[in-house]
Nanobody, 123 residues
Framework: QVQLVESGGGLVQAGDSLRLSCAASGRTFRSYAMGWFRQAPGKEREFVARISWGLYTYNTYYSDSLKGRFTISRDSAKNTVYLQMNSLKPEDTAVYYC??????????????WGQGTQVTVSS
C-alpha cells in the first residue's frame, strides 16, 4: 500500500517556476515507477512525466510537449518525487496528480494516486 500527498501548487505568473512535491508512505516506494499527470477543466487527464523505479539510477520520460521545461526527479531516501516546472504558461493551468505503479504513459498503468494540487498560471 502506498499513500501519496502532493504539495507545492499555487498561483503564479507566466514565466515563473514551481516545484511540486509528492511525499509517499510505504516501505516499497522504491519498487514503484512514479508519474505526474495533470487535468485541466473539461479535459482528460494528461501524462506529464514519469520516472522508473530503482535503487540508484532512474530513467525519466516526458510528454513531448513539455520536454525541456519540466523535470521529474525522485529522492528515495525521502520517499519523495518532484516535478520542477519552469517557464510556466497559462495552458499549464491544471490539477497535478502524483501516481505510483507499474509505469507507462497511461493513467491506467498506475495503482495509487494522490489527491492532486492546483497549479494556476496567470497571463
Amino acid at each position: 500500500q502506498v499513500q501519496l500527498v502532493e504539495s507545492g501548487g499555487g498561483l503564479v505568473q507566466a514565466g515563473d517556476s514551481l516545484r511540486l512535491s509528492c511525499a509517499a508512505s510505504g516501505r516499497t516506494f522504491r519498487s514503484y515507477a512514479m508519474g505526474w499527470f495533470r487535468q485541466a477543466p473539461g479535459k482528460e487527464r494528461e501524462f506529464v512525466a514519469r520516472i522508473s523505479w530503482g535503487l540508484y539510477t532512474y530513467n525519466t520520460y516526458y510528454s513531448d510537449s513539455l520536454k525541456g521545461r519540466f523535470t521529474i526527479s525522485r529522492d528515495s531516501a525521502k520517499n519523495t518525487v518532484y516535478l520542477q516546472m519552469n517557464s510556466l504558461k497559462p495552458e499549464d493551468t491544471a490539477v497535478y496528480y502524483c501516481a505510483a505503479g507499474g509505469g507507462g504513459s497511461s493513467w491506467s498503468g498506475y495503482e495509487y494516486w494522490g489527491q492532486g494540487t492546483q497549479v494556476t498560471v496567470s497571463s
